[in-house]
């Protein structure tokens, strides 16, 4: 059902987007353990592709307008869309690394940025206020609030944080028998504008944070996204559901259940054993 510009989710629909949530995030805790030096994309992606087809799902990603692989694979400057393949990665990189699942039709989508070996502290923080930011924005998932305090929440922690640039031409969006659905979710916002949240939506935050210009560069390939200066960035996303009694992380290994009450959250979901 749609309502007011969302695809509006049941308890049993969502308890199914749960199942491919936790696909998602079994692979990238997979893939991120063998993160390290000297290893390329192309062999993460190889490793994504096994874990995802080895609990029962398909990718969402591999084939979506011709993308190539089952995660995105976006090193240091690269923002978003990376390409998995040859490039190597070195020590001192961080990588975000993008990934998607669908159980029995419905969709899980998360990201997360992992450092590669001894990283500057720099690149650290930049990984940690892009998180942070993320979580700001999903503790702004309540019924009655607008899209646009989910946006301002995540602007708002980023640039309280520093310098950082929040990339704005990418957004997060809404989710379910489809990877990509209405609404837009942008990492900028006015509070108390937009769509009103309501029980039953599902929606992917993803903020996109650069060290210096917000400004993105699309290069040849078509897909892979650039900063404009040269400056590195990291992303981070988790798919949530708006429930009766608050916010479902259907990503998070535990629901989000520990960060959500350390934000003091209501927690949506259940904890299974």
């Known amino acids: 059902m749609f309502g007011r510009g969302a695809q509006l989710k049941t308890p049993a629909q969502v308890a199914v987007m749960r199942e491919a949530g936790l696909v998602v995030a079994h692979t990238l805790d997979g893939v991120r353990q063998a993160v390290a030096p000297g290893v390329t994309t192309g062999e993460l992606d190889a490793l994504a592709r096994d874990l995802i087809a080895s609990q029962g799902a398909t990718s969402n990603f591999l084939g979506y307008h011709g993308f190539p692989g089952v995660i995105c694979a976006s090193v240091s400057e690269e923002v978003v869309h990376g390409i998995p393949g040859s490039r190597v990665l070195r020590d001192g990189d961080i990588i975000s690394i993008d990934c998607g699942a669908v159980v029995d039709g419905w969709h899980g989508d998360s990201a997360i940025t992992v450092p590669v070996g001894d990283v ?7 990984s940690e206020v892009t998180r942070g930011s993320m979580w700001a924005g999903i503790a702004a998932l309540k019924v009655g609030n607008r899209l646009g305090d989910i946006g301002h929440a995540v602007s708002s922690f980023v640039h309280e944080a520093g310098p950082y640039g929040v990339v704005e031409g990418f957004t997060g969006h809404g989710i379910g028998t489809e990877m990509h ?15 009103r949240l309501v029980e039953g939506m599902v929606l992917a935050i993803e903020p996109m944070v650069s060290a210096g210009s917000p400004d993105t560069v699309t290069l040849d ?5 650039v900063t404009a200066d040269g400056s590195w960035a990291a992303h981070w996303e988790h798919s949530c559901a708006l429930t009766a009694t608050g916010v479902w992380v259907l990503t998070a290994e535990d629901g989000g259940a520990a960060e959500l009450a350390s934000l003091g959250v209501p927690f949506g979901g259940t904890l299974e054993a």
Do not use: Y
């Open 120 to 126: 500057d502290p720099a690149a650290l923080a930049l």
């Open 181 to 195: 659905q209405e609404p837009d979710v942008p990492n900028v916002g006015r509070p108390g504008k937009g769509l």
């Open 221 to 225: 390939d078509d897909w892979t996204v």
